[in-house]
């Protein structure tokens, strides 16, 4: 059974900093590449980053770039979202996604992800 467990949510100030992992079990997951997505309250499901499946690649959506950092540990089948620099509009459940894809081109389209996790909450405020 194959499972992305994501982890690392919770409350922080804005200017604040928190790690997202997400923890796959049950599949390769140096054949996928892996993106983040959030979604906030009323809002469509955001694609915010990618990492190719081998690591030499990456992706940011225009509103994290300089602020997040995705990175893999295909040994530990993890991925992270280092968050710096949280700001309010980042609040939103954050979901990791795989799809079976060496690279990043298209990232944002949900509909081609083979797996997601259940998401975990980030909420930045004061």
């Known amino acids: 059974q194959v499972r992305l467990v994501e982890s690392g949510g919770g409350l922080v100030q804005p200017g604040g900093s928190l790690r997202l992992s997400c923890a796959a079990s049950?599949?390769?997951?140096?054949?996928?590449?892996i993106s983040w997505f959030r979604q906030a309250p009323g809002k469509e499901r955001e694609g915010i980053s990618c990492?190719?499946?081998?690591?030499?690649?990456?992706n940011y959506a225009g509103s994290v770039k300089g602020r997040f950092t995705i990175s893999r540990d295909n040994a530990e089948n993890t991925v992270y979202l280092q968050m710096t620099g949280l700001k309010p509009e980042d609040t939103a459940v954050y979901y990791c996604?795989?799809?079976?894809?060496?690279?990043?081109?298209?990232?944002?389209?949900?509909?081609?992800?083979?797996?997601w996790g259940q998401g975990t909450q980030v909420t930045v405020s004061t």
């Open positions: 996604a795989a799809r079976r894809y060496t690279y990043c081109s298209g990232y944002t389209k949900t509909y081609e992800y083979d797996y």
């Open positions: 990492i190719s499946s081998g690591g030499g690649s990456t």
């Open positions: 049950g599949l390769r997951l140096d054949y996928y590449a």
